[in-house]
């Protein structure tokens, strides 16, 4: 695994835990040598996350629309900075260069991004990891509701264990390396 994408706020949120977290998942992905692509801003969670990788050695790539970077939240000490048209260009860019994804605590963008990911996954269009770094019981309730999806019927069993889900990052990072995709799903018409 050369490089995972992390979704994850733009604040930091109300919990120490949350940024504590952020800054040692980016130490962690430093440490074990993987490439960290994220939404290239230096706010919340973002910046914590990036700024720790950075300084413990980590290469960090960052994927950021113009209209952000005109808003001045770019982080300016990236060695990788891509510019973008759009926040459509930007997920399919991250996506493109990641290996796997983990999402932190985060607001709609987060949920967006880490929900894309797996439709993908469930649609076939690929086959990486995705694990949520769950802080603090932060996704406890959205955890209880993919469960509630699966009872009613509308997500299929195989595909709700394509959420990885541990509360310590090098675990998780464990399980994103150990991953084996599952066997091919066919749809029922």
């Not at 969670?45 to 770019?74: C, F, R, T, Y």
């Not at 982080?75 to 493109?96: C, F, G, Q, S, Y």
């Not at 949520?132 to 299929?156: K, P």
Request: glycine share 10%; charged share 25%.
């Amino acid at each position: 695994m050369k490089r995972i994408a992390v979704f994850c706020g733009s604040n930091k949120g109300t919990r120490t835990a949350y940024a504590e977290a952020a800054d040692n998942l980016g130490r962690h992905l430093a440490k074990r040598g993987i490439e960290l692509v994220y939404g290239g801003g230096c706010v919340g969670l973002m910046g914590v996350l990036a700024d720790a990788a950075l300084k413990n050695g980590g290469h960090v790539i960052g994927v950021i629309p113009q209209s952000l970077v005109i808003k001045e939240v770019v982080h300016e000490k990236l060695p990788d900075l891509r510019v973008v048209k759009n926040m459509h260009e930007r997920k399919a860019l991250i996506a493109e260069l990641a290996d796997g994804f983990i999402a932190l605590p985060g607001g709609y963008g987060t949920y967006e991004e880490f929900c894309e990911e797996l439709a993908w996954s469930q649609l076939g269009y690929h086959k990486k990891p995705i694990g949520l770094l769950d802080i603090a019981g932060f996704y406890r309730r959205f955890l209880e509701f993919l469960d509630h999806a699966t009872i009613e019927g509308f997500i299929r069993p195989q595909h709700r264990e394509l959420v990885m889900v541990e509360e310590d990052a090098e675990k998780l990072l464990l399980r994103l390396e150990t991953f084996q995709p599952p066997k091919e799903v066919k749809w029922v018409r």
